[in-house]
């Protein structure tokens, strides 16, 4: 709206009201009358007038008091000169029998006006009579005079003047009654009345040349501010991309110059800038296009996905059905093997005893390559879920021992196994960290040669981990492909010479599986005298596994972690293991530690908390959903985030200090 | 739920008696072999329907239940197990090759065991049993 120039004149705030008034109809006009000082340039034009009259009167009263002089002796000489004609009056009518005394005094009065330099009293014959005043030059003169003038018969004949010098025709007359003539050497004023004249024409002239200029200029000023006003219009109009209106100044002064210039410099800008416009919205048009062409992609490439990520799915549930289908039959063979072989069938002869055990090898070889297989699958969809704690590793290896040990009765291979005094307990998914030891046994088997021992060997690392080795008496691997060894389906040279089958996916899965109990596996081996395979898994320790779990994120390389205090709600038959209900649905990423004083505290790698957050609860309401509500629901108690570097300690206070003391959460 | 079961719990809790139900006669015959040479009474239904009438008829000491059957899913089962004031303190066993992470939580839940189809099958069903029964499950002669 309107935008109020306030100027501290008085005529200010009448502009600023008047602009108000045109603003609605035109804010250039507003501008133009609040920006241009109009008003202002009158009155310093009334001001120039009043300082050009000012000067004027000093100018003329100077001249006054300096003509002031030459004027009184002007007027003192006028008056000598009507003195002189009184004189000549007053001798009018006189007898000059009479005049002698009378005359000559007169004639001396005469004489003594200011403006009479001499006077002469000369009769019919121009003799003189009378003589006052300067007689020589009276003399000259009046010598002049005659030399000019025909003497005739009248005598001197002057009747007509000569400069400076008057000739009465003298009422005087001798006593034959010849009128006298008066002759009077009058003094030259004509320089006086000159510059009285001059002066007085100056006055005029100046007065009258000031009263014709005062309107022409008026006149010539009012035009140029209103040429000047245009063109300030035609800037703001340019300036606030008008339409562009031409500039009309008549007239061939310089403002009527600037205005053409400026008309085409306005329709110059004006072309150039709508040839931007048009440019840019040619532009607008081509990233209107492509953008519609990306978005077309887009949604393209979205179809693709959801269609690939159907696929995937897809692909996983079939994988989920062929396992499951799998099983189902393998384990009536397995169980019909191990029935038979228990004798339930009637008594075997030990050729068939060993046709069974082969049955029962091969079956649970299929079993564990279902596994595998599915898992493998499970890990690249990243839905495979861990359960990890505290576990014996007695426990671990029981579950897997019968298995293991029929397997090395097939090849007549001894396994045994060591557990050390003093090996802690392991913080693991017992499953997964038993099918790891078991498919690295299980190769240990197939490649070493019959008679010879598989020892697997449990024990507490330096740093207070527990490490399972299983040692083998086999071919050994070259140290070349030790480092191939953990590739898909790669199978090692020495491997396929030694004509064993299953060691590529076995490994790789292997890999994977200690990986998901934050564990590492490493390989030592000799050709010809056997090779070692090491799984370090946490023990049950807080900061031994807070010290692997920041290895394993450290090479996955995760910058931040938030972390969140977890207490299941108070209900009733309220399932004290959070940890473990937890571990159904959480990602392999996180960690997931019981608290000593209850609850769990979680950390994972994420950036934001929250949406961390919300998938858990949103995973745990699911879950609740599905069980038909008899879990406790989780409740988040706090939340935080921290950096890699500083993980470890946060945890470790986390896991020790009540969440009360931690950041709340929202 | 009523019983439909005229026998009385005093008999199913003197004579250990195993109710097996699975659609796969294979598997149910692999079960029934081995406890059979156990002297345990084992009682057979291929599809959910016929396992619970089996059950309201004769209340076993274990269940072992599959759960994708004919007739009926062995969630539901155990379900109408639980809401049974007869038959819910029965020991419910879930044998699947369904290794669904929802699956076993679901299990769980209704306070049944969940046991993977593996080559351990039995090995599985017997610790189970054992700690039940409070007896080793041994093969006599």
Wanted: charged content about 25%; hydrophobic content about 45%; glycine content about 6%.
């Amino acid at each position: 709206m309107t935008r109020s120039h306030t100027t501290r004149t008085r005529r200010g705030k009448r502009t600023v009201v008047a602009a108000r008034a045109q603003a609605a109809t035109d804010p250039v006009d507003e501008l133009a009358l609040t920006v241009l000082p109009r008003q202002n340039m009158r009155r310093k034009l009334g001001r120039i007038v009043l300082v050009t009259i000012l000067a004027q009167g000093v100018v003329a009263a100077v001249a006054l008091t300096t003509l002031q002089g030459p004027w009184r002796e002007a007027k003192r000489l006028d008056h000598g000169a009507t003195l002189a004609s009184l004189a000549v009056d007053q001798l009018r009518g006189q007898r000059l029998a009479s005049y002698n005394i009378f005359a000559e005094a007169i004639l001396e009065r005469i004489a003594n006006a200011p403006s009479v330099q001499f006077a002469t009293l000369l009769d019919s014959q121009s003799q003189v009579v009378l003589q006052s005043g300067s007689e020589e030059r009276a003399r000259r003169l009046l010598q002049s005079a005659i030399d000019g003038r025909a003497v005739g018969e009248t005598g001197l004949a002057l009747a007509a003047p000569v400069d400076g010098v008057v000739v009465y025709e003298s009422p005087l007359t001798d006593i034959s009654g010849a009128p006298f003539r008066l002759v009077l050497g009058m003094k030259d004023l004509s320089a006086q009345r000159a510059l009285l004249d001059g002066a007085a024409a100056l006055f005029v002239g100046m007065i009258g040349a000031g009263l014709v200029a005062l309107p022409i200029g008026l006149w010539r000023f009012q035009r140029w501010t209103s040429s000047l006003h245009s063109l300030h219009r035609g800037i703001r109009r340019l300036a606030m991309d008008a339409p562009l209106q031409p500039v009309t100044v008549s007239g061939e002064d310089e403002i009527a110059y600037l205005s053409i210039a400026f008309n085409e410099m306005a329709s110059k800008l004006t072309a150039s800038r709508n040839e931007l416009v048009e440019a840019n919205r040619v532009l607008e048009q081509r990233v209107a296009e492509r953008t519609e062409d990306l978005r077309i992609a887009n949604a393209k490439l979205e179809r693709q996905n959801i269609t690939l990520e159907e696929l995937t799915e897809t692909a996983l549930r079939f994988t989920d059905d062929v396992a499951h289908e799998f099983r189902t039959p393998l384990a009536v063979i397995s169980e019909f093997a191990s029935i038979l072989f228990d004798g339930l069938g009637g008594e075997l002869t030990a050729k068939q005893e060993e046709y069974m055990r082969f049955i029962s090898s091969a079956s649970s070889d299929l079993e564990r390559l279902v596994d595998d297989f599915l898992d493998t699958g499970k890990l690249r969809a990243g839905v495979l879920r861990v359960d990890r704690r505290a576990t014996r590793v007695e426990d671990v290896l029981d579950r897997i021992w019968p298995m293991l040990e029929m397997r090395a009765a097939t090849t007549q291979v001894r396994v045994e196994r060591r557990i050390q005094p003093g090996t802690p307990r392991a913080y693991v998914d017992r499953e997964k960290l038993g099918r790891a030891v078991l498919n690295l046994a299980v190769n240990a088997i197939k490649f070493s040669p019959p008679g010879a021992r598989v020892v697997i060997e449990a024990a507490r690392t330096e740093t207070g981990a527990v490490s399972l080795s299983v040692i083998d008496e086999g071919p050994g691997i070259a140290p070349d492909e030790v480092s191939a060894l953990f590739e898909r389906f790669e199978q090692t040279r020495t491997g396929r010479d030694a004509d064993a089958k299953g060691f590529g996916l076995g490994l790789n899965i292997t890999r994977e599986l200690v990986r998901l109990n934050l564990g590492q596996v490493e390989i030592s081996s000799e050709i010809g005298k056997g090779s070692v395979f090491t799984i370090t898994v946490p023990s049950d320790d807080a900061a031994v596994i807070v010290d692997s779990y920041v290895r394993s994120l450290r090479a996955s390389h995760t910058a931040r972690l938030g972390l969140m205090w977890i207490d299941a709600a108070q209900a009733e038959n309220a399932d004290a293991d959070v940890a473990g209900r937890i571990a159904t649905f959480a990602h392999p990423d996180d960690l997931y530690l019981p608290r000593p004083s209850g609850g769990v505290l979680a950390a994972g790698p994420t950036e934001s908390v929250g949406g961390w957050r919300d998938r858990l609860l949103c995973e745990d309401a699911k879950r609740s959903h599905a069980s038909g509500g008899a879990c406790p629901r989780l409740q988040i108690l706090a939340t935080d985030t921290c950096t890699l570097t500083e993980a470890r300690e946060r945890i470790l206070d986390g896991l020790a200090r009540a969440p009360e003391t931690q950041r709340r959460a929202a | 739920m009523t019983s439909i079961s005229g026998a009385t719990p005093a008999a199913s809790t003197l004579v250990k008696r195993v109710l097996i139900a699975d659609d796969d006669g294979a598997v149910t015959a692999a079960i029934t072999e081995r406890f059979k040479a156990c002297r345990i009474e084992v009682d057979v239904a291929h599809d959910a329907m016929h396992a619970l009438f089996l059950a309201y008829k004769n209340p076993p000491s274990v269940m072992i239940i599959d759960v994708w059957m004919p007739a009926g899913n062995g969630l539901a089962v155990c379900e109408m197990i639980r809401s049974d004031d007869r038959l819910k303190e029965t020991p419910l066993l879930v044998i699947t090759g369904d290794s669904e992470e929802a699956t076993r939580a679901r299990v769980e839940s209704l306070g049944a065991e969940f046991i993977q189809k593996t080559g351990e099958l039995w090995a599985a069903i017997r610790e189970r049993c054992e700690a039940i029964f409070n007896v080793p499950l041994v093969p006599s002669e």
